[in-house]
């Protein structure tokens, strides 16, 4: 079975700081593919950034960075120079072959003016 | 940029009664899904629709649920003999592709059951 974990259910940041939002997940596969979405409070799910397991390279997008520990099954989501637009819920999610995402319960980010 | 539209926003149903939730998917996208998502819980996969046909579903979506496309833009998720732990957020996405490609979701319908 997949699974992914979000261990922090909330987290806070000042604007223009950086924080870091973690994900693990549990697989046996070895071809799938991880995305970050972003949940505004009353707004739909919106995709902040997507990684191939097969690419070593960390994905970015602009402010956003994951760090892709493969071995570690590990899928972290780095925002940086936070603005209080980023306020929202953000969902780890996985993806093998076929159609079925397997989500994290989300984080629950706060930024601070 | 196109989105993905969830009608209604809210829907407050009677225990036993059924109720469908529309969607209307991103005009070329192929692949299109339901999720829900139980207050305080992670969002959950239901069913996902290709080729006017069901191509996968979770042990969720039993004989209660069915999925529809009626014509060539909405999708929609009926719930016969609906039960209080019905009660949740359910989206609906779609995506160009499988599998890769991410999907592009809806704003959401609440559904509340009495």
């Known amino acids: 079975a997949q699974t992914v974990t979000q261990s922090q259910p909330e987290m806070s940041v000042q604007e223009a700081e950086t924080v870091t939002l973690s994900c693990t997940y549990d697989?046996?596969?070895?071809?799938?593919?991880l995305f970050w979405y972003k949940q505004p409070p009353s707004r739909q799910m919106i995709l902040v950034i997507r990684q191939e397991a097969y690419k070593q390279q960390n994905a970015t997008e602009n402010r956003f960075s994951v760090n892709f520990q493969k071995a570690a099954k590990s899928f972290s989501l780095k925002i940086s120079d936070s603005q209080l637009g980023d306020t929202a819920m953000y969902f780890c999610a996985f993806i093998r072959t076929g159609n079925q995402f397997y989500f994290g319960t989300g984080t629950s980010l706060t930024v601070i003016p | 940029e196109p989105e993905v539209t969830q009608t209604p926003s809210h829907q407050v149903t009677q225990m036993g009664q059924e109720v469908i939730l529309r969607c209307v998917p991103i005009s070329n996208h192929l692949y299109f899904y339901w999720y829900r998502q139980i207050l305080g819980q992670k969002v959950e996969f239901l069913v996902s629709?290709?080729?006017?046909?069901?191509?996968?579903k979770s042990e969720i979506f039993d004989d209660q649920f069915s999925v529809e496309r009626p014509d060539g833009s909405n999708f929609t998720l009926k719930i016969r003999s609906t039960k209080l732990e019905d009660s949740a957020m359910y989206f609906c996405?779609?995506?160009?592709?499988?599998?890769?490609?991410?999907?592009?979701f809806g704003d959401g319908t609440r559904l509340s059951i009495l």
């Open positions: 697989t046996s596969e070895s071809n799938y593919y």
């Open positions: 996405a779609s995506s160009e592709w499988q599998g890769s490609q991410p999907q592009h």
């Open positions: 629709f290709y080729n006017n046909e069901i191509s996968e």
